[in-house]
């Protein structure tokens, strides 16, 4: 069982950064591929990036160059530093856990789930 809780969410203007932080625990969760996912009102739930245990990255292209996805293997913590935001990366975020040994970008390849951050960009 893998546990997951992401905090850092909230109001931000456009330009703004924010750090989003999910805890993860579990015996082997060091070992899982952690993504995270958004989610806005009316819209499918999307991958943003995703981060093995060595450190291995992939972004999807509304990441690339604003956001930044890292891992904290002795704390089992992992963030998304998130810079130039704009109102269209408002959404629900979520971290996920997969026991994937590549990082994939579809939400059936997840097995846990938190419950969401809700981030606000206003223009």
């Known amino acids: 069982q893998v546990q997951l809780v992401e905090s850092g969410g909230g109001l931000a203007q456009a330009g703004d950064s924010l750090r989003l932080s999910c805890a993860a625990s579990?015996?082997?969760?060091?070992?899982?591929?952690i993504a995270w996912f958004r989610q806005a009102p009316g819209k499918e739930r999307e991958f943003v990036a995703g981060?093995?245990?060595?450190?291995?990255?992939v972004d999807a292209d509304s990441a690339k160059g604003r956001f930044t996805i890292s891992r904290e293997n002795t704390m089992n913590m992992v963030y998304l530093q998130m810079n130039n935001l704009n109102p269209e990366d408002t959404a629900v975020y979520y971290c996920?856990?997969?026991?994937?040994?590549?990082?994939?970008?579809?939400?059936?390849?997840?097995?846990?789930w938190g419950q969401g951050t809700q981030v606000t960009v206003s223009s």
């Open positions: 579990g015996r082997t969760v060091s070992r899982y591929i």
């Open positions: 981060i093995n245990w060595n450190g291995i990255r």
């Open positions: 996920a856990a997969s026991q994937s040994l590549v990082i994939k970008r579809k939400i059936n390849e997840y097995d846990y």
